[in-house]
């Protein structure tokens, strides 16, 4: 796996090293593992020839630049009006009793992080929620349940036959 | 590749692919792959009335024929029909309205920004300029001095769209007469209103149009590099710009010399990272420098020094994709819809308990009622209106004794309310004023950056005054402390957000103080959402006993036998409504 000194170095190479990019280049660099370290802050300030501290108040600014660890899966559940007054309150109580935590944490196992986020702009298809990259509308707390279970069927699916290749791949050694 | 047919399926994300899927699996095995071009409209919204609750839709080209609906299997069977056999399928045909059939309510909208949307392929070019595309730009370069095109601008009465309704040709002039070596434009598509999403689908279904606004901009003001601010909770959007800008460039209509003339103008695309702040002029060019996303005092205002210190003009998506349509079909053509002062029309986003949600384009001076009953249907399960809410956080809300207060920039600011970016969320009597006031200051006060105290510190106090209140202990004097309170953030904070935070709170308690009134003397929510004001009882008769409602409560505060009626103990009860979900008969009452 890619480095914390590489990656950064990869993305601030893309933007041409330039600080005025600086918001772009975390949000990328962020978007690598889910979140960002003191590491990651340390080489971008290094590169960019700008001070730590400013590194660290634009990364703590925005919300989608994280400095904590992120689950497997992220599920930013849109907590504005629009999505509140067609039955929000329900679903997001669904997701926190379905995944056993409370908005803004991650689960022990490291597999989802409950977040809210600002409007998507999907209003017409409230509640919404994206699941990774994936948007997911008309949202009741059933509906919430099934495609979390999902999406624990595909690791599931996923882990099971890493096992098998990786019994194949001993198998081939002896 | 020529193709023969091409279909393009719009919906959301999931299902449109759903069905693409299966259209392009059963195109395969009919062997027609080579000859029929299936492309997803991005976004969520179809074409003619972008309803998104009408499922996921399709426009077979060249006849186009309009399908609504769609599942997979009905998408075969297109396939199968329609583009092997040449037999549309008239039953999966898309109705104006399948559900309530209304007097000609579509006839109310006018579509000039969303012309394209959902008709062109936003990924090619050549579907802009074969409807009139460019042609503007070329004939403000060609044709037109950059006065004269302010001109064009001033009769046509164009008012900046992001909400606070500046006229677009003055805030040009400024950008204009500052003297400098270097000029910037720049399109402020952070769109951050919860309830709007009018700039997402422009820029997904029709992004040259506001490439070309640009340019127009930029050959006015004299700037030569413009910068498209998109944020990031927008990935398709910005792919889809991006796309644009490229085959732009390659025809030269980006770049050097455009149209043989010596004018030149490129853009770049920023993406923002997650901040509501960031849609206010001076905080996003903050941002587009690299720095957190914070306003600053004006003057000097961004036509003097913005970018960099230079000379920028800055407006919305909605603005610039507004002007070629006015150079092309004239300023008095602009003008003649509308009202006296807001001219043209409006974009809104209908979402709440409302019949059809979705993306609208109406004429500025349409009521309140008109946009409710006639275009959006009426109000979900036909209940009692209670109020709009216009202009997103920093807005306010309508109620029904202004339903037929004609909508424009002036006249929602006289109730109290504001345009803003084109938010239109539809309450009923099931929504209560106190929760949503609650709602948005938890997200104005979220979304402070913290720079003015009043605004920092102020939106929290709200927050807590409203949260004791829907938690039933709000005290005497509650109110009068909101209202105070509200004027303090409004005058002591620098930009919009401070300034209309309060907003929502005011206006929800000028209209419906009694409400408040009710949560702090009579410890009651009439709506029934705020759940330390609500009880929730089983009643004997209706209940059969069935144990569903005692097995799925997480609390156990459920006793009863099987068969026999079950009684909820009030102790214990967490108010979650569980128990009134899974009711097969609809024993639960809340009270």
């Given at each position: 796996?890619?480095?914390?000194?590489?990656?950064?170095?990869?993305?601030i190479?893309?933007?041409?090293?330039?600080?005025?990019?600086?918001?772009?280049?975390?949000?990328?660099?962020?978007?690598?593992?889910?979140?960002?370290?003191?590491?990651?802050?340390?080489?971008?300030?290094?590169?960019?020839?700008?001070?730590?501290?400013?590194?660290?108040?634009?990364?703590?600014?925005?919300?989608?630049?994280?400095?904590?660890?992120?689950?497997?899966?992220v599920?930013?559940?849109c907590?504005?009006?629009?999505?509140?007054?067609?039955?929000?309150?329900?679903?997001?109580?669904?997701?926190?009793?379905?995944?056993?935590?409370?908005?803004?944490?991650?689960?022990?196992?490291?597999?989802?992080?409950?977040?809210?986020?600002?409007?998507?702009?999907?209003?017409?298809?409230g509640?919404?929620?994206?699941?990774?990259?994936?948007?997911?509308?008309?949202?009741?707390?059933?509906?919430?349940?099934?495609?979390?279970?999902?999406?624990?069927?595909?690791?599931?699916?996923?882990?099971?036959?890493?096992?098998?290749?990786?019994?194949a791949?001993?198998?081939?050694?002896? | 590749?020529?193709?023969r047919?091409?279909?393009?399926?719009?919906?959301t994300?999931?299902?449109?692919?759903?069905?693409?899927?299966?259209l392009?699996?059963?195109?395969?095995?009919?062997?027609?792959?080579?000859?029929?071009?299936?492309?997803?409209?991005?976004?969520?919204?179809?074409?003619?009335?972008?309803?998104?609750?009408?499922?996921?839709?399709?426009?077979?080209?060249?006849e186009v024929?309009?399908?609504?609906?769609?599942?997979?299997?009905?998408?075969?069977?297109?396939?199968?029909?329609?583009l092997?056999?040449?037999?549309p399928?008239?039953?999966?045909?898309?109705e104006?309205?399948?559900?309530?059939?209304?007097?000609?309510?579509s006839?109310?909208?006018?579509?000039?920004?969303?012309?394209?949307?959902?008709?062109?392929?936003?990924?090619?070019?050549?579907?802009?300029?074969a409807?009139?595309?460019?042609?503007a730009?070329?004939?403000?370069?060609?044709?037109?001095?950059?006065?004269?095109v302010?001109?064009?601008l001033k009769?046509?009465?164009?008012?900046g769209?992001?909400?606070?309704?500046?006229?677009?040709?003055l805030?040009?002039?400024?950008?204009?007469?500052?003297v400098?070596?270097?000029?910037?434009?720049?399109?402020?598509?952070?769109?951050?209103?919860?309830?709007?999403f009018?700039?997402?689908?422009?820029?997904?279904?029709?992004?040259?149009?506001?490439?070309?606004?640009m340019?127009?901009?930029?050959?006015?003001?004299?700037?030569?590099?413009?910068?498209?601010?998109?944020?990031?909770?927008?990935?398709i959007?910005?792919?889809?710009?991006?796309?644009?800008?490229?085959?732009?460039?390659?025809?030269?209509?980006?770049?050097?010399?455009?149209?043989?003339?010596?004018?030149?103008?490129?853009l770049?695309?920023?993406?923002?990272?997650?901040?509501?702040?960031?849609?206010?002029?001076?905080a996003?060019?903050?941002s587009?420098?690299g720095?957190?996303?914070?306003?600053?005092?004006?003057?000097?205002?961004?036509?003097?020094?913005?970018?960099w210190?230079?000379?920028?003009n800055?407006?919305?998506?909605?603005?610039?994709?507004?002007?070629?349509?006015?150079?092309l079909?004239?300023?008095?053509?602009f003008?003649?819809?509308?009202?006296?002062?807001?001219?043209?029309?409006?974009?809104?986003?209908?979402?709440?308990?409302?019949?059809?949600?979705?993306?609208?384009?109406?004429?500025?001076?349409?009521?309140?009622?008109?946009?409710?009953?006639?275009?959006?249907?009426?109000?979900l399960?036909?209940?009692?209106f209670?109020?709009?809410?216009?202009?997103?956080?920093?807005?306010?809300?309508i109620?029904?004794?202004h339903?037929?207060?004609?909508?424009?920039?002036?006249?929602l600011?006289?109730?109290?309310?504001a345009m803003?970016s084109?938010?239109?969320?539809?309450?009923?009597?099931?929504?209560?004023?106190?929760?949503?006031?609650?709602?948005?200051?938890?997200?104005?006060?979220?979304e402070?950056?913290?720079?003015?105290?009043?605004?920092?510190?102020?939106?929290r106090?709200?927050l807590?005054?409203?949260?004791?209140?829907?938690?039933?202990?709000?005290k005497?004097?509650?109110?009068?402390?909101?209202?105070k309170?509200?004027?303090?953030?409004t005058?002591?904070?620098?930009?919009?957000?401070?300034?209309?935070?309060?907003?929502?709170?005011?206006?929800?308690i000028?209209?419906?103080?009694?409400?408040?009134?009710?949560?702090?003397?009579?410890?009651?929510?009439d709506?029934?959402?705020?759940?330390?004001l609500?009880?929730?009882?089983?009643?004997p008769?209706?209940?059969?006993?069935?144990?569903?409602?005692?097995?799925?409560?997480?609390?156990?505060a459920?006793?009863g036998?099987?068969?026999?009626a079950?009684?909820?103990?009030?102790e214990?009860?967490?108010?979650?409504?569980?128990?009134?979900?899974?009711?097969?008969?609809?024993?639960?009452?809340?009270?």
């Amino acid at each position: 796996m890619e480095d914390v000194i590489a990656a950064t170095n990869r993305i601030i190479d893309k933007y041409g090293a330039n600080s005025e990019s600086l918001v772009e280049i975390l949000r990328e660099l962020n978007d690598v593992g889910g979140y960002l370290t003191t590491e990651h802050l340390a080489q971008a300030a290094k590169r960019l020839r700008v001070p730590e501290s400013k590194v660290a108040s634009v990364a703590s600014f925005y919300s989608l630049i994280s400095l904590e660890p992120m689950g497997r899966h992220v599920i930013r559940f849109c907590q504005d009006a629009p999505c509140h007054v067609v039955g929000g309150r329900e679903v997001w109580e669904a997701l926190e009793h379905e995944l056993g935590i409370p908005f803004g944490e991650t689960t022990l196992d490291g597999e989802w992080s409950l977040m809210t986020t600002s409007c998507i702009g999907a209003c017409a298809v409230g509640p919404v929620m994206m699941v990774d990259e994936d948007i997911y509308g008309n949202l009741t707390p059933e509906r919430a349940r099934e495609i979390i279970a999902r999406y624990r069927t595909a690791s599931r699916q996923a882990a099971q036959s890493a096992e098998r290749a990786g019994f194949a791949a001993q198998g081939g050694q002896e | 590749m020529a193709y023969r047919a091409h279909v393009i399926i719009s919906g959301t994300p999931e299902q449109a692919q759903e069905v693409k899927a299966a259209l392009m699996g059963k195109l395969d095995t009919l062997g027609l792959n080579e000859e029929i071009e299936v492309r997803e409209a991005t976004g969520l919204t179809p074409r003619s009335v972008t309803m998104a609750s009408r499922g996921v839709e399709a426009v077979v080209y060249p006849e186009v024929v309009h399908y609504a609906g769609l599942t997979p299997a009905a998408a075969e069977l297109i396939a199968e029909e329609h583009l092997l056999k040449g037999r549309p399928v008239q039953d999966l045909f898309f109705e104006e309205h399948p559900a309530e059939p209304l007097d000609a309510p579509s006839a109310k909208e006018v579509r000039v920004v969303l012309r394209n949307v959902g008709t062109i392929n936003p990924e090619s070019i050549d579907d802009y300029i074969a409807e009139d595309g460019y042609a503007a730009l070329g004939k403000a370069l060609t044709e037109m001095t950059p006065a004269e095109v302010l001109e064009v601008l001033k009769t046509s009465g164009l008012r900046g769209r992001g909400g606070a309704g500046f006229p677009t040709w003055l805030k040009w002039s400024f950008a204009r007469a500052a003297v400098s070596d270097e000029k910037y434009v720049v399109c402020n598509g952070d769109e951050g209103d919860p309830g709007a999403f009018m700039n997402r689908r422009v820029l997904e279904g029709d992004p040259h149009a506001v490439i070309e606004g640009m340019a127009i901009a930029a050959y006015v003001v004299g700037a030569q590099e413009g910068y498209f601010y998109v944020r990031a909770e927008y990935p398709i959007a910005i792919r889809t710009l991006r796309l644009a800008i490229e085959q732009a460039r390659d025809y030269g209509l980006l770049g050097k010399n455009i149209f043989g003339t010596d004018f030149s103008f490129d853009l770049e695309v920023r993406m923002g990272a997650g901040a509501f702040v960031c849609g206010e002029e001076t905080a996003l060019m903050q941002s587009i420098e690299g720095k957190r996303g914070q306003p600053r005092t004006r003057p000097p205002f961004p036509a003097t020094s913005g970018l960099w210190g230079k000379p920028t003009n800055i407006n919305n998506v909605e603005t610039y994709a507004n002007v070629p349509q006015i150079l092309l079909q004239g300023g008095e053509w602009f003008a003649s819809m509308g009202t006296e002062k807001s001219k043209g029309t409006k974009t809104f986003a209908i979402a709440g308990k409302v019949k059809r949600t979705g993306l609208i384009e109406v004429p500025l001076g349409i009521t309140v009622r008109e946009i409710v009953y006639d275009v959006g249907g009426g109000v979900l399960d036909s209940r009692p209106f209670k109020a709009v809410q216009t202009g997103g956080p920093l807005g306010g809300c309508i109620p029904e004794k202004h339903l037929d207060l004609p909508v424009d920039y002036e006249s929602l600011a006289s109730v109290g309310s504001a345009m803003g970016s084109g938010g239109f969320i539809v309450m009923d009597d099931l929504t209560c004023m106190v929760d949503m006031a609650r709602f948005f200051m938890e997200f104005a006060q979220e979304e402070s950056c913290g720079k003015c105290v009043p605004c920092r510190v102020g939106t929290r106090q709200m927050l807590e005054i409203l949260e004791s209140i829907c938690a039933g202990t709000g005290k005497p004097g509650d109110i009068e402390a909101l209202e105070k309170l509200g004027a303090s953030v409004t005058q002591g904070s620098l930009c919009g957000l401070g300034q209309g935070a309060p907003n929502p709170v005011l206006s929800m308690i000028l209209n419906f103080r009694n409400e408040y009134e009710r949560h702090i003397y009579d410890h009651k929510c009439d709506a029934k959402v705020c759940r330390a004001l609500i009880e929730f009882t089983i009643d004997p008769p209706t209940c059969i006993g069935c144990t569903r409602c005692a097995r799925n409560c997480p609390v156990d505060a459920i006793a009863g036998k099987a068969r026999e009626a079950h009684v909820i103990d009030p102790e214990i009860c967490i108010r979650c409504g569980i128990c009134a979900e899974v009711c097969p008969v609809d024993a639960v009452f809340v009270e």
